[in-house]
């Protein structure tokens, strides 16, 4: 399968600060691509560069075969964006505004009718941009990135600032993105939740950089298990577990714990075994057992601070 993106050290400075630092990412053909990172951790500065909107200070970035520096126009043809800056014209209505875009890409008028349906917003076409919620707007935004059909979809936190309802919404648009059109779908969002529920593939940056990308079930699967604790002394099983030379974190809740296993560890036997030594130093365990690493973990263990970060120890 080739790929519908693919970047080598793709690098972004403003002024001496690096925004992006050598990325190089693969966006293989029909994935659902996650890209998560904190902010500021250049994802925006990324896509924009992946657009043609920005120019890389150093590196390539191909989108469907064809090098960005090298045909801007026709790489962008390629792809449909939705993206924080939408340009729309707020004294035109929504099907003005998706007429103008669709005038220039030159596709076939249908094709506005078409993509208002697909976001159910065929009833609120007829009014102006100015009386949209924001909701209505990201919708519009996801509706033009698909006018003409495009292979790839670019989309630049299409839940950011949504109510409950609207991510929903928004959630249910997107699910069904990869089987109604067929496209690559690359998408940033801070939403690990519903990342978590409808991406194939996931990248996080941090601080500019690319520290992890793949196949989110092979990463939740080869990535070390955990074990989750509840127990009556969580300051002492945590000194407990320490001294099995594991990383352990408080859960959010209940005085429950996380002891994060090794690559390769059983982690039943694991599990059996720190529970015989929990009860030998005279806790009480009231639940132990090991648990496949979530988004949320995976996501936590790459983007903790520099400072304080507990690299997973590689026998
Ligand atoms: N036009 C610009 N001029 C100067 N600095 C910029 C510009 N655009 C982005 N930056 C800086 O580049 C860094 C990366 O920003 P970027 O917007 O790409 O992050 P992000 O991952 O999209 O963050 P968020 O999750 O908040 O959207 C930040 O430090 C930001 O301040
Ligand atoms: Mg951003």
Redesign the pocket.
Known sequence: MGAAIETRDLTRL??R?T??DRISMTVPERAFYGFL??????????LRMLLGL?RPSAGSAVIDGMDVALDRIGAARRVGALL?AHGFYANLTGRENLELTRTLLGVAQTEVDRVLEVVEMDDAAGRRMSDYSLGMRQRLGLARAMLGAPPILVL??PTNGLDPDGIADMRRFLKALPERTGATVLL?S?LLGEIEQTATHIGI?NE?RLVLEGELSRLKSELAPEIAVRIDDPVKATAVLRGWDLAVEAGQDDGGLTARLRSGDDADRKSAELNRALIDAGLSVFAIGPRARSLEGIYRDVCRPTSNRQPETVR
């Not at 990172?37 to 990324?46: H, L, R, S, V």
């Open positions: 403003f002024g600060r925004a992006v990172g904190p902010n500021g951790a250049g994802k925006t500065t990324t920005v924080e630049d936190e940033s801070h940056v500019g």
